[in-house]
């Protein structure tokens, strides 16, 4: 028998693991028929939000996005999602960035969809617009070879334009494929295993991770991580970007 006072989640000061079996549902209004899991937000000391969302019978979220951007993310099912005049039915692998102040209505939503979202409140940049609204299908983004190494491929989901300062990327190892160093850096990660398995190190702390695992990486969080097993480990990852680093 498993024993419930065992878990792989951490909540630490500057990274946290979040495995399924510590769910909590949270009520979101507007987000009707659905479970809500709030994975990661500002009470952990981070800069972003991240949710995962299950669908019920029938499930609507209807909102504004306001202040912040959401990034909604199709990790199994299938909805319609409309935002503004536009609206088209996505299903796995497909996504819809919101940008501010636009209203939402997601529906028809097949019953066990799970949505993954992303919120920033977003940073205006003078001299650029606030970006538009894009629809995407992860299998139309390319996916480059990351740093030289053939095991390593990076998909980037929104556009390199200065107008927007969140990126969302998908990154493939194949088995024993590793990050080539030790990334050191100001930007903040949220991030949701989409398939396998490996090993990440946070701040120099070792942690099995697999799919359905969620992390989050604050700012200067060391972070390598190593694929394991037998198949491809796959992530798709927040990052702030495009914005100036300091206020002094
Ligand atoms: O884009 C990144 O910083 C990415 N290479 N980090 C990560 O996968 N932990
Ligand atoms: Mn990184």
């Known amino acids: 028998m498993e024993i419930s006072a065992l878990t792989r989640s ?3 000061r500057n990274h946290a693991v979040i495995a399924p079996d510590g769910y909590i549902n949270s009520n979101v209004p507007g987000w009707e028929n659905c479970t809500v899991n709030v994975i990661i937000n500002e009470q952990m000391g981070a800069n972003l939000c991240q949710t995962l969302i299950t669908a019920a019978p029938n499930c609507t979220l209807k909102g504004i ?24 039915t996505l299903t ?14 997601f529906e028809d939503m097949a019953v066990g969809t799970q949505l993954l979202t992303f919120h920033k409140v977003y940073e205006h940049l003078e001299g650029y617009d ?3 609204t894009l629809f995407g299908d992860q ?13 390593l491929r990076i998909q980037v989901l929104l556009p390199a334009e200065l107008g927007f300062d969140m990126a969302v990327n998908i990154f493939t190892y194949q088995t024993g494929g590793n990050l080539p160093m030790v990334e050191t ?10 398939q396998g398995q490996g090993i990440y190190m946070l701040d120099h702390e070792w942690y099995p991770i697999k799919k359905g695992d969620s992390i989050w990486m604050a700012p200067y969080c060391q972070q390598w991580f ?3 097993g037998k198949e ?15 206020t002094i």
């Open 226 to 228: 190593t694929a394991m």
């Open 232 to 246: 491809p480990a796959i992530y798709i990852y927040y990052k702030n970007v495009n914005r100036h680093p300091t």
């Open 185 to 194: 850096h100001i930007m903040e990660h949220g991030l949701l295993y989409l």
């Open 10 to 12: 951490v909540v630490k």
């Open 65 to 88: 996005t306001k202040a912040s951007q959401i990034f909604f993310y199709v990790v199994e099912g299938s909805t319609k999602a409309n935002i503004g005049n536009k609206g088209y």
């Open 130 to 132: 606030v970006p538009d």
């Open 139 to 151: 299998k139309d983004i390319e996916g480059p070879i990351y740093m030289n190494d053939d095991a």
């Open 92 to 105: 796995k692998g497909q996504f819809v960035y919101i940008p501010i102040e636009k209203e939402y209505l």
